[in-house]
């Protein structure tokens, strides 16, 4: 079948069937759902966007510029979709320094097999927009990451002379 794919557990060479390319949405909260259609509907544009490119844990790096950006919303609108999502508990907000990672509440929607849940593991998925993706040419190969903020540190250790 063309949803599926076998997954390897390295540890005891296990396959494991499972579906791929799905997300489940279980139907005990399609009534928020359907409640975010007639409430804010921006908001849950919003949501299946993240949902739509978030990885197998639920989880994805990326700022609100770039959903702005990608859906054509002024970045107001996606900072009030976002609010009101983490009011109905359908999407948390994690902070590493000053990155987004969001991640959709498990017991809406779902990408990976049930007994995956219950890792507190990420392997989210980044999406960063055009306008985010600065290269200047001038800077050396290193600092020229998909993460702007990300700084190369200096490896050299400084030797004091004995004597």
Known sequence: MPHEKNNIDLET???????????????????????????????????????????????????????????????????LAIKYLKEKKALTVLRSSNTNIFAINAQIAWRDSADAKK???????????????HEDEAKPLYDKQLVGHVKQRSTKKRIKDIG
């Open 13 to 79: 060479g296990e396959i494991k069937r499972v579906n791929a390319n799905f997300v489940q949405f279980y139907d005990d909260h399609l009534d928020l759902i359907m409640k975010m259609t007639k409430e804010n509907s921006t908001a849950l544009t919003v949501f299946l966007w993240i949902v739509k490119y978030m990885d197998n844990r639920n989880a994805l790096v990326v700022s609100q510029q770039a959903i702005a950006e990608s859906l054509g919303l002024h970045k107001n609108t996606v900072y």
């Open 119 to 133: 890792f507190a593991h990420f392997d989210a998925k980044v999406y960063i927009s055009e306008s985010e993706q």
